[in-house]
């Protein structure tokens, strides 16, 4: 196990969403979906071996981004970003993921025609090495 098993949860708690809109993944070939689209990247997140039994504390993170024309804005970015807020709830588990904090949506950014809105997703677990 290792962090990236957390983060391959998270991503796919987040593909059960089943969304209509285009979904990029990490590594995806070929030219992006489209907006509107949600862009999923996966970010460092943390784990530290807590003692010599080898128990580890992971905190997987990823980002997903919400991607719509500019055109549009707000009003489908925000209904976009609230399904994806509420997929996400603190406590919610997904396998021997804990979503640990709120999805955290930041900032807009606007450039060449897309809308975009970062959400933050991040979890915690814990797991053993052997040696």
Partial sequence: MSITTGQNALINHFLGMSPSEGVVL?????????????????????QQTLDFDGQVDARPEIVIRV????DTGVSQSQAMVDA???RFAVNTKIGDVLISQPAFPQGPLSANGVYSIPVIIRGRYCFTTTP
């Fill in 26 to 46: 990490p590594n995806d070939r070929g030219l992006p979906a489209p907006p509107p689209r949600y862009v999923v990247q996966v970010t460092a997140g943390s």
């Fill in 67 to 70: 991607d719509v024309d500019a």
């Fill in 84 to 86: 994806l807020v509420s």
